[in-house]
């Protein structure tokens, strides 16, 4: 096939030299392409197109009206297992489907960890009582694609150190997204985070991590909450990952109880988790699950 020159008509039929039309997009699609390559190769990474990460906004979208009804049902005396019953039927009703469900044998369509709870809590008797702070994690998979997110609930009136825990675990999140732009780096994600946390009084969770998603539930790459400014991946167009920071009032250490899932503090100290699924784009970052910090 020739090549087209600079000069020559566009092959779209405007009437426009090649130089005038089309010829800069095709070059940004090039770049994309081999961008695509490296970062698979070299990481493991699917980039995502603009396709892709609508679609994931319409997941995103399923997710965060999820969170809001959710949020009308915490009250004191809920079981979680109450939590987990509508999350699955309102996920099902939407021709959606609950990506915990039966992941690496979880048996539950969503995560709801109590107060000490760091994450991946199971529902099933724990009847919610006033003072609890409770994060529900939900992930949707939706026409083939993923998206995630979670927030911490105060169940009833909370006492003023939980407030403050969720108050800094949100602007923690916070913090992090506005790392997110072409050219910063994982690391400086993390550096964000830890320097917002620390600097209150709180510890970061270095064992649990954000993720790449979309594709898949959980794809590459990692995205620790701690770090420091300016190592680690750099940050391009077409990633897609979740920045979810597990804050705790008092030390990082954790430990998985019995049932092999849930993680909670060492200390017994209060834990709280604020999540987004983001992009990256050529201008900056776009939250695919939109919802006010």
């Given at each position: 096939m020739k090549k087209v020159g600079r000069n020559d008509p566009c092959p779209c039929g405007s009437?426009?030299?090649?130089k005038k039309c089309c010829m800069l997009k095709d070059q940004q699609r090039e770049s994309f392409r081999?961008?695509?390559?490296?970062?698979?190769?070299?990481?493991?990474?699917?980039?995502?197109?603009?396709?892709?990460?609508?679609?994931?906004?319409?997941?995103g979208k399923l997710v965060v009206k999820t969170l809001e009804l959710v949020e009308e049902l915490i009250k004191p005396g809920i079981k979680t297992e109450e939590i987990d019953k509508f999350v699955y039927e309102f996920t099902i009703k939407n021709n959606a489907y609950p990506a915990p469900?039966?992941?690496?044998?979880?048996?539950?369509?969503?995560?709801?960890?109590?107060?000490?709870?760091?994450?991946?809590?199971?529902?099933?008797?724990?009847?919610?009582?006033?003072?609890?702070?409770?994060?529900?994690?939900?992930?949707?998979?939706?026409n083939g694609y993923y998206a995630d997110a979670s927030k911490t609930f105060c169940v009833g009136e909370v006492s003023e150190e939980a407030k403050r825990l969720v108050k800094i675990a949100k602007e923690c999140l916070k913090k992090g997204i506005e790392q997110v732009a072409p050219g910063k780096t994982i690391g400086d994600i993390g550096w964000a985070i830890q320097r917002h946390a620390e600097r209150n009084g709180c510890s970061v969770v270095r064992e649990m991590v954000g993720h790449g998603v979309g594709f898949e539930f959980h794809e590459p790459p990692q995205v620790p909450h701690f770090g420091k400014k300016g190592h680690g991946i750099i940050l391009v167009p077409g990633m897609?990952?979740?920045?979810?920071?597990?804050?705790?009032?008092?030390?990082?250490?954790?430990?998985?109880?019995?049932?092999?899932?849930?993680?909670?503090?060492?200390?017994?100290?209060?834990?709280?988790?604020?999540?987004?699924?983001?992009?990256?784009?050529?201008?900056?970052?776009?939250?695919?699950?939109?919802?006010?910090?």
């Open positions: 009437g426009l030299k090649y081999r961008l695509k390559e490296i970062y698979f190769k070299r990481y493991g990474i699917r980039l995502k197109d603009r396709e892709d990460i609508e679609k994931i906004k319409e997941a469900l039966n992941y690496n044998g979880f048996p539950k369509s969503v995560c709801v960890s109590v107060n000490e709870e760091v994450c991946h809590g199971i529902p099933g008797d724990r009847v919610l009582k006033e003072g609890d702070i409770v994060n529900v994690d939900v992930t949707t998979k939706l897609v990952f979740t920045i979810e920071p597990m804050i705790n009032l008092g030390g990082r250490e954790i430990k998985i109880l019995p049932d092999k899932w849930t993680v909670v503090t060492k200390d017994g100290s209060l834990s709280a988790q604020f999540e987004q699924t983001v992009a990256v784009t050529t201008r900056g970052c776009e939250i695919l699950t939109p919802y006010e910090l």
